[in-house]
């Protein structure tokens, strides 16, 4: 047990649907990441989060909208999206930027 | 240059083989680094942190060469549940996140 679940486990949604996934760490974190990892390909980093601000968008698209509420909770919230974007969605936390990540076991996003 | 780059295999291997792999890095400033390993369709875990001194932990050895800037992870007696994609991470100054290399594939076979 990682300490950090997410949560659905699998989404299937429409170009036009808008869904968000969400992220919830157990282990006292100030960190906290989304990743996309499509299929054979290595981790992309999306979106970092430190105390609550976000400190990093890699050129992600603004159909991709992430929301850190508090250091326990992160969502990404998604609307519009494109088939392209169906990937596995991983969400991880670390105690500071530097330290190591544990993740959480991923959303498996498909767009139709 | 990439940040962190790894052979991206496959390595296929008999049971019981010893296997390495090395992780270059180029940022001579990068202060931490650890090995991860993913399995197929599954989350990276954490397998191992590298000290400066070298670290073991069971049949699995990281090592650290910051002269050459690069880390090795030597699998001893390997097994049937190793087979993973290992991860190379490393850390380039305490402000930053960590940076993953894109993996070595390993097949442990029978």
């Known amino acids: 047990e990682t300490g950090v679940t997410q949560t659905p486990r699998h989404l299937v949604m429409g170009m036009t649907n808008k869904k968000s996934l969400k992220c919830e760490q157990h282990?006292?974190?100030?960190?906290m990441y989304w990743y996309k990892q499509s299929a054979k390909k290595p981790l992309e980093l999306m979106f970092v989060?430190?105390?609550?601000?976000?400190?990093e968008n890699n050129s992600v698209p603004s159909r991709f909208s992430p929301e850190c509420p508090n250091s326990s909770h992160l969502f990404l919230h998604l609307h519009t999206l494109q088939p392209e974007d169906s990937a596995l969605y991983l969400c991880?936390?670390?105690?500071?930027?530097?330290?190591?990540?544990?993740f959480g076991p991923g959303t498996r996003l498909t767009v139709t | 240059r990439k940040e962190v780059e790894q052979d991206p295999g496959p390595f296929n291997v008999p049971e019981g083989a010893t296997v390495a792999f090395n992780c270059t890095y180029s940022?001579?400033?990068?202060?931490?680094f650890f090995w991860y390993r993913q399995d197929c369709r599954k989350e990276p875990k954490l397998l191992m942190s590298v000290y400066s001194s070298g670290n073991e932990d069971g049949r699995f050895t990281a090592q650290l060469n910051r002269a050459s800037q690069y880390i090795s992870l030597l699998i001893r007696d390997s097994k049937l549940s190793d087979s993973a994609t290992y991860l190379c991470v490393v850390n380039e100054g305490s402000a930053r996140q960590l940076t993953f290399g894109s993996g070595t594939q390993l097949t442990v076979l029978p």
């Open positions: 991880a936390s670390s105690l500071g930027p530097s330290n190591e990540q544990y």
């Open positions: 282990l006292g974190h100030n960190a």
């Open positions: 940022n001579s400033a990068s202060q931490s």
């Open positions: 989060y430190s105390l609550e601000e976000r400190v």
